[in-house]
T-cell receptor, first 113, second 109 residues
Framework: DGGITQSPKYLFRKEGQNVTLSCEQN?????MYWYRQDPGQGLRLIYY???????QKGDIAEGYSVSREKKESFPLTVTSAQKNPTAFYLCASGTSGGADTQYFGPGTRLTVL | GENVEQHPSTLSVQEGDSAVIKCTYS??????FPWYKQELGKRPQLIIDIRSNVGEKKDQRIAVTLNKTAKHFSLHITETQPEDSAVYFCAGYLQKLVFGQGTRLTINP
């Protein structure tokens, strides 16, 4: 899982601002995922992409947007429409199309000021 | 869609004892069940997984069992050590991974 990087590690946002979280992988994985983790809770799927130029909403997509222009990159934008964005955001990648191991990045902790 | 329930939410055991965490899933078509370990402030890391055509899998002190009829799977850690203290997540796969709520395992010396 050292092949997945996320930046920044910590991010502070003022209310009303959009912010973009970076996720890059060099594992040659087709699939990439974004999860949100709140204290004491499990991981909830925001968006996922099985192939370049295609992505699907997960369980909590409202207030978020993504793009997948390159296989290696899957940035997540937290928009001002997301009312409670303070959380730990985890990016993951894996082989496409099936049940297989997902490898996680180190995460970005977003705090709204 | 798939729903995964995990129990208990917290577990405390004496060093050297065994720990068991259980998960149940709702959709019998789910076919892949990984377990992740997450230390405080760090990324989840896969520790073991099992597919629906297998009933049990072991890796040193860690084992996972799957009962498809009852739709539950369990993580077993034997001879627990202080470094086993972490939050453990189970997940079930049906088109996407659905995670349980996590179990905070504490190993008491």
């Amino acid at each position: 899982d050292g092949g997945i990087t996320q930046s920044p590690k910590y991010l502070f946002r003022k209310e009303g601002q959009n912010v973009t979280l970076s996720c890059e992988q060099n594992l040659n994985h087709d699939a990439m995922y974004w999860y949100r983790q709140d204290p004491g809770q499990g991981l909830r799927l925001i968006y996922y992409s099985q192939i370049v130029n295609d992505f699907q909403k997960g369980d909590i997509a409202e207030g978020y947007s993504v793009s997948r222009e390159k296989k290696e990159s899957f940035p997540l934008t937290v928009t001002s429409a997301q009312k409670n964005p303070t959380a730990f955001y985890l990016c993951a990648s894996g082989t496409s199309g099936g049940a297989d191991t997902q490898y996680f990045g180190p995460g970005t902790r977003l705090t709204v000021l | 869609g798939e729903n995964v329930e995990q129990h208990p939410s917290t577990l405390s055991v004496q060093e050297g004892d065994s720990a068991v965490i259980k998960c149940t899933y709702s959709d019998s078509a789910s076919n892949y069940f990984p377990w992740y370990k997450q230390e405080l402030g760090k990324r989840p890391q896969l520790i073991i997984d099992i597919r629906s055509n297998v009933g049990e899998k072991k890796d040193q002190r860690i084992a996972v069992t799957l009962n498809k009829t009852a739709k539950h799977f369990s993580l077993h850690i034997t001879e627990t050590q202080p470094e086993d203290s972490a939050v453990y997540f189970c997940a079930g796969y049906l088109q996407k991974l659905v995670f349980g709520q996590g179990t905070r395992l504490t190993i008491n010396p």
